[in-house]
């Protein structure tokens, strides 16, 4: 009995391991990357790796037809009959011979132009055909570096965890995926990730999933990171000029038309290359374009390329895509990036309809133990065969991370780095214990990112204490810290701590407690950032910041109570004082005087805001994102934001507790934020926030709604859809109702691009609109003109706006500097 089992065993592994393998090259022996080869008339297929290697499963002996297509050459059919498995069979593939005998090329036109147009004219028919289908899929990527030095910018890179040799190169990512998944257009997915790896990471859940691969060239845009015109969208002859470079049979003896694809305009969001049509169906064989990183607004990126090869069925006459690489090359500093993934789509079944409830939110899933699986479940299940390099990668790493997560190990590197040094008391200390996973950080007493002046506090830094603990695995997330603000002209030290735990990755459930004493913005929203306020004060001598000090105590909390709806809550107390200006000091001698630390009396320097009092204030609120997706991992939750659909933020917030009841009050709040691509003519932004005070008469100053002004000419945080630009800070509080608006369109070059030489720019043309409606007001207004993307080469970081604002006529005007980071 045992001999029958062990033989039934031995069988059914010939037959999973069943293969035939070999090389493709040319006639020069040159292997052939990423052809596409699969049994004919099936979706059972799969594609060579870097070196011309593949391997295709079958359990088939006699007269198997295999199929070897590559753009550029003439597709093969090979009849095989199998001797023994794994059956070695090489193939040479001969360059495809072009000809246009038969076409009549006019002095007006191309004949590749009349081919487009059939193209477009028949594309949603042909699109149909594969709007619904389920599918095994297969995905790897790998990313290599080259050059990178030790430091860059003073921070150190070293080998990154055991990536990089002596020179800064090798493969610092490697990882695959198998699943399943069922599609319909335009974007429902249901996938389930059946195994998962990626090299030295024993965790293994990859990222690579199909939700980021449906490069749908049927479609009038192809989504990138900003939406790429299709050479076949509706409006393509506008962007491309097109040359029929050449026709072909395939052995189906199916015409196919080569069309060379180039950009009418070199700065648009455009592909050039190659686009294959079959005549008469007008249905895509082949895609084999490229992408200028500058076209796609990543400058870092210098080229990216995408290969498309779709097989026809002669049974359901589809023409489907079976095999897709996306490779990327990107450098900065010198420094140099390769990218490459290859996606297989195989064992195709097209679907008139799809059971209701098939597709929901939830639209990725891993199946139990998927991180785990062996190497003999990769070698039967992998339709791609790994290089050397690949296989030895995956051994080096998965090697190195046995030994750099070992207790020894980590050990050995902690007591290199924990040891103190003297200049540690002033520049600061971090004991780490790796293998247990926290740390405890002293910041020292020249903390520099945290030195400012303010006429307050006059110049002032802050020190402190933190200990962190976390748990990779469940998500949770400790922290303990305190901060020491010390205050020179004041002579004042302010000690406040706080406590945060996170209990998971999946519903971010958290709970924070906070204390003690500090310095607070009288806006809550603290417009105004400390760098900033230091150079507006201490150079130009204008003091916007307005500060108040506080004794306080605050518990808060937040979780996902249901996939889209994010609740916090929040009790506060505060004691609170008005404070006056400490200082006068200034670097440079001008005729300009400091204002009062009192917004409602700038020249009054006795009167303070607000009178001292205390106060206690509940707060709840939820963050609704109407259609939230999200992927199920083992390691936690990713939700993906449907950008159909608007997100809502609603807030009540009660005061109670007052040590004067006229302190107490009730307000209610909301925002709706909207983000849309619209084609290729850029992103529009959309902000509406509204709120109303209810018995807030006579309640404090500092609980306001005051608005994000700005009067220093620069916005670091480019929060455009959230401040104004010209605003003087609290001109406009109120403690009654408000409605606030922020529109935005940013034409990602759609305009830019059409103007000769103003194109070579490559800047982006903003408008915007703001307002502010209060009662009793006239509405304050502000419009915007100005330029993103600016910058040279690679480093793109500015932004300039002209301004205008209006409230019952004109007000003023100026220019606006942003800085992106």
Request: net charge positive; glycine share 6%; charged share 25%.
């Amino acid at each position: 009995m045992i001999k029958k089992i062990f033989s039934f065993v031995v069988l059914l592994s010939a037959f999973s391991f069943a293969q035939i393998k070999g090389t493709v090259k040319d006639v020069d022996g040159k292997p052939l990357p990423f052809v596409n080869i699969y049994i004919e008339n099936t979706y059972i297929g799969t594609t060579t790796n870097e070196l011309g290697n593949y391997e295709i499963h079958t359990i088939e002996k006699n007269n198997v037809p295999l199929i070897f297509q590559y753009l550029g050459y003439k597709t093969q059919k090979q009849i095989i009959n199998v001797i023994n498995f794994p059956y070695i069979f090489d193939v040479m593939l001969l360059e495809e011979s072009f000809e246009l005998k038969e076409i009549v090329v006019t002095n007006s036109e191309n004949p590749a132009y009349e081919i487009i147009r059939q193209a477009i004219a028949f594309k949603k028919k042909n699109a149909a055909k594969t709007d619904k289908f389920e599918a095994d899929f297969y995905s790897r990527g790998i990313f290599r570096a080259k050059d990178i030095p030790i430091k860059v910018m003073g921070v150190k890179i070293g080998d990154m965890d055991g990536n990089l040799d002596s020179t800064g190169s090798g493969i610092i990512y490697q990882s695959e995926t198998v699943s399943k998944i069922k599609f319909e257009k335009p974007n429902n997915l249901k996938e389930e990730i059946l195994a998962s790896k990626i090299a030295g990471n024993d965790k293994g859940f990859s990222y690579n999933t199909a939700l980021s691969t449906n490069y749908d060239f049927y479609e009038n845009y192809v989504k990138f990171d900003i939406n790429m015109i299709s050479p076949i969208a509706n409006n393509a002859l506008n962007y491309y000029k097109y040359k029929l470079e050449g026709t072909f049979y395939d052995d189906k003896n199916q015409l196919i038309n080569k069309i060379l694809v180039t950009p009418k305009r070199d700065k648009e969001p455009v592909f050039e290359g190659y686009i294959y049509i079959v005549e008469d169906s007008w249905a895509i064989y082949g895609i084999d374009l490229d992408i200028k990183g500058y076209r796609m607004q990543e400058p870092i990126i210098e080229t990216m390329k995408i290969k498309q090869t779709f097989s026809y069925n002669e049974t359901n006459k589809i023409w489907a895509k079976n095999i897709q690489s996306l490779d990327f090359i990107a450098g900065i500093f010198k420094m140099k990036f390769t990218g490459m993934f290859t996606h297989v789509f195989s064992n195709y079944v097209f679907k008139d309809t799809f059971e209701k409830n098939t597709f929901g939110k939830e639209i990725v899933t891993f199946a139990e133990n998927s991180n785990k699986k062996e190497n003999s479940y990769w070698a039967e299940q992998r339709p791609v065969p790994l290089t050397d390099e690949e296989s030895n990668n995956y051994i080096r790493k998965d090697s190195i991370q046995s030994v750099r997560q070992s207790q020894v190990y980590l050990d050995s590197i902690d007591a290199k780095g924990n040891k103190f040094k003297v200049f540690d008391v002033l520049s600061g200390y971090t004991y780490n214990d790796s293998y247990k996973k926290w740390s405890f950080k002293y910041d020292g007493l020249i903390n520099i990112g945290s030195f400012g002046f303010n006429t307050v506090q006059g110049w002032n830094l802050d020190s402190g204490f933190s200990f962190r603990t976390r748990n990779e695995e469940t998500g949770q997330y400790t922290l303990i810290s305190s901060t020491f603000n010390y205050g020179l002209s004041e002579d004042r030290l302010r000690v406040n701590g706080r406590i945060y735990h996170r209990f998971n990755n999946i519903n971010d459930a958290y709970i924070s407690a906070t204390g003690g004493s500090a310095v607070s913005q009288i806006n809550a929203n603290d417009p105004i950032l400390k760098i900033v306020n230091t150079i507006s004060t201490i150079y130009f001598k204008n003091n916007y910041m307005k500060l108040y000090n506080k004794e306080f105590a605050e518990i808060s909390g937040g979780k996902e109570v249901t996939n889209g709806i994010f609740a916090t809550g929040k009790v506060l107390f505060e004691n609170r004082n008005a404070l006056l200006n400490t200082t006068n000091h200034k670097l440079f001698k001008n005729k300009r005087d400091y204002v009062s630390n009192d917004p409602l009396q700038p020249d009054n320097f006795s009167s303070v805001p607000f009178d001292k009092h205390q106060i206690m204030k509940a707060s709840i609120g939820a963050r609704i994102r109407f259609g939230q997706k999200y992927i199920s991992r083992p390691d936690g939750k990713i939700n993906i934001q449907n950008r159909k659909y608007p997100t809502l933020n609603l807030n009540y917030e009660k005061a109670f507790g007052a040590s004067d009841s006229k302190y107490e009050y009730d307000f209610i709040s909301g925002a709706v934020d909207y983000n849309k691509t619209i084609g290729n003519k850029g992103d529009f932004g959309f902000r509406l926030q509204a709120g109303k005070f209810f018995n807030a008469k006579d309640i404090s100053f500092v609980d306001y709604k005051h608005f994000n002004g700005n009067q220093t000419h620069l916005n670091l945080l480019m929060s455009s859809l959230n401040s104004f630009n010209l605003l003087p800070y609290y001109t406009q509080s109120t403690n009654d109702a408000y409605v606030e608006t922020h529109v935005e369109h940013n034409f990602n070059g759609y305009i830019m691009n059409k103007i000769p030489l103003l194109n070579k720019l490559q800047w982006n043309l903003i408008g915007g609109f703001h307002q502010i409606n209060v009662p009793e007001r006239k509405p304050y207004q502000e419009y915007t003109v100005g330029f993103d993307n600016i910058g040279w080469g690679k480093f793109r970081f500015l932004r300039v706006d002209y301004v205008r604002s209006y409230q019952d006529g004109f007000q003023g005007d100026g220019v606006m500097f942003g800085i992106k980071f």
